[in-house]
């Protein structure tokens, strides 16, 4: 009978890293600001990452020629506002989500396109392999989606998304988070990362969150609270940029 893998196990094995990490940049190793893609506290990860080098192309300019495109006239004034995509308001905590795509020496990135999407403020995602027993909102579908401005800024209205449970151990919960995705002139540049909220008391258990064991990288992945950007009587605002590349740079799935 197998042992059934629990949130103690789980807590260990991110201890026992972040003291492997601490250890090893303490004996001269550089700092690191995207994880191992076989982080062990992340099973699936483990399970599903490439075990070989990857295949290099001979024309990779051709693969972005040959691949879909995008342009302003794709992106609607309304995209960016995933409270008025359906006929009624969706549940939940409205929010504001504002921040700027930056390069590795603070310059804005312009005309990006940026994607979100999340769970409901249930903590299930409108999606059809999600089985986890919280309501579903007609009104809320959680993806949303705009272009950056010429100062690198983007903004989003949303709703502040639910935790919920996934399967990599047992009583596993991941914190309320929103994914972002950001392309650069193609589809083929596409970069993803997540946006979490401050204070969240689930972040010490989350071997996702933890995978980032370098400290002020991991915290390059929480939001800020700006009170300033709320508005009065309707939502409460957050400010969160996004750095591409460089020390500064916002942790990225799947590493460089």
């Known amino acids: 009978m197998t042992t059934p893998l629990t949130q103690g196990r789980i807590s260990e094995e991110i201890a026992e890293q972040r003291e492997a990490y601490a250890k090893a940049v303490a004996a001269g190793a550089p700092a690191r600001?995207?994880?191992?893609?076989?982080?062990?506290?992340?099973?699936s990860s483990v399970l599903r990452h490439p075990g070989k080098p990857l295949v290099a192309l001979h024309d990779p300019e051709a693969v972005e020629l040959s691949g879909p495109v995008f342009g302003v006239t794709d992106v609607t004034a309304l995209d960016h506002d995933l409270t008025r995509r359906h006929q009624g308001e969706p549940l939940g905590e409205r929010i504001r989500?504002?921040?700027r795509v930056l390069d590795r020496d603070g310059r804005p990135v312009r005309g990006q396109l940026v994607e979100v999407w999340q769970a409901n403020a249930s903590g299930r995602y409108a999606h059809q392999r999600d089985d986890h027993p919280a309501p579903l909102d007609p009104n809320f579908t959680g993806v949303g989606r705009c272009l950056t401005d010429d100062q690198g800024a983007y903004e989003f209205v949303t709703v502040k998304p639910g935790a919920y449970p996934w399967r990599n151990h047992v009583n596993a919960w991941r914190p309320a988070h929103i994914h972002f995705s950001l392309f650069g002139n193609a589809f083929t540049q596409r970069l993803i990362t997540?946006?979490?909220?401050?204070?969240?008391?689930?972040?010490?258990?989350?071997?996702?969150?933890?995978?980032?064991?370098?400290?002020?990288?991991?915290r390059r992945l929480v939001a800020t609270y700006d009170h300033d950007l709320s508005t009065p009587e309707w939502s409460l605002g957050y400010r969160w940029d996004i750095v591409l590349d460089g020390p500064a740079a916002t942790w990225i799935e799947e590493g460089r």
């Open 194 to 218: 997540q946006m979490y909220f401050p204070g969240d008391p689930l972040f010490a258990y989350d071997p996702i969150l933890q995978s980032v064991t370098d400290d002020s990288a991991r």
């Open 97 to 99: 989500i504002t921040g």
């Open 33 to 43: 600001s995207h994880p191992d893609r076989g982080y062990a506290p992340y099973r």
